[in-house]
């Protein structure tokens, strides 16, 4: 695993509003073997002049070897990203203090602390929590760098999503905790689905979505990028996303798309957000990744060469536990990990 190291503030404090979410319905490189894979660590330097690496590619018994960018052809790059069995697993964001963070997160938002583990010889700690197991639910992953109290979250990054069933009993639970509410709940512009904004005690804001149960309570992750229909023909092609929906607010200057892998009201999705005249943010130091199953982390890669993706970590297993991974840069510089499914599902035991 990669430790994911603290970065130096980016220059820019561009900081915009979040949005409402678009709703169709009411409502030096190292490694533990021994350890669950934290292959998501991989680092949030991003390192200068990567190249397209060699690699083989198997396929109905045949081998191809060749640039990445070559071996596999637009047609069939996009058949196999359709049919490939991906999910979203979690998300890694820092944090800086893991004990109040999870406090929070337990005692307000009614997750559950699956695992801890500390890793003193690499100076950090992790936790994951979320509403069911780590194989079947979208978790997140907190990381505190030991000593690191405070991170720039930057204009970039949105907020959360999490649905629960009454949003004005659990803003006041929240405000009882002394947890900061930046929306009171109400209905949103324009719709019925009650909704409230809080912060957490790193300033990552949460929405709460007012609905009946769900099997994926945390439902959204909400990232701005410059090019809305750039991003939304990448994430269809090189991640087998679907644009759930599509929506325009011309009165205040922005439009967002839901990207995922199923119906928003059963499954995580990626809100992407595009505030008009506003083609490239700070993406601050707090925020790290996402993490995606797939099937074959080779032929991923090649899709997302294929389709504007930068790759960042060649595909191939990691030393010593041998979980195949790839991780890419989407085309506003947005970082994703592929992981390999049945690799990963190992791991987990």
Request: contains cysteine; neutral net charge; charged residues 25%.
């Amino acid at each position: 695993m990669v430790r994911i190291l603290p970065m130096a503030a980016a220059s820019s404090s561009l900081h915009l509003a979040s949005f409402r979410p678009c709703l169709r319905f009411s409502p030096s490189f190292s490694y533990h073997p021994s350890r669950r894979l934290t292959l998501f660590h991989l680092g949030s330097v991003i390192p200068q002049g990567v190249r397209a690496a060699k690699f083989i590619i198997k396929s109905e018994g045949n081998s191809i070897e060749g640039n990445m960018a070559r071996a596999i052809s637009q047609e069939s790059a996009l058949e196999w990203v359709k049919k490939d069995n991906r999910r979203m697993l979690h998300v890694v964001y820092r944090v800086g203090d893991l004990d109040k963070t999870i406090k929070f997160y337990t005692e307000c938002l009614g997750m559950k602390l699956l695992r801890k583990r500390d890793i003193p010889e690499e100076r950090y700690t992790n936790a994951f929590l979320g509403y069911g197991p780590e194989d079947s639910h979208f978790v997140v992953e907190l990381t505190y760098n030991y000593g690191v109290d405070k991170y720039d979250i930057g204009a970039g990054f949105g907020h959360f999503g999490v649905a629960v069933e009454d949003v004005a009993k659990t803003v006041d639970l929240v405000k009882a905790k002394g947890g900061k509410v930046t929306r009171e709940p109400g209905p949103v512009k324009g719709g019925n689905t009650v909704i409230a904004f809080v912060e957490d005690p790193d300033g990552y804001k949460f929405e709460l979505l007012e609905r009946g149960p769900t099997p994926e309570p945390l439902c959204q992750l909400m990232l701005r990028v410059g090019d809305l229909d750039r991003a939304i023909q990448f994430y269809e092609k090189a991640f087998g996303m679907e644009l759930l929906c599509k929506r325009d607010n011309p009165e205040y200057k922005y439009t967002i798309a839901m990207m995922g892998y199923g119906p928003e009201d059963k499954n995580v999705v990626l809100e992407l957000t595009y505030n008009y005249g506003v083609t490239e943010y700070d993406k601050g130091n707090a925020y790290a990744q996402i993490a995606i199953g797939t099937d074959d982390v080779y032929k991923t890669a090649a899709a997302i060469k294929l389709y504007g993706g930068k790759i960042m970590r060649e595909p191939g297993p990691l030393p010593g536990i041998n979980t195949k991974i790839t991780a890419c840069l989407d085309p506003d510089g947005w970082k994703s990990v592929f992981v390999d499914n049945i690799d990963f599902l190992k791991e987990l035991e």
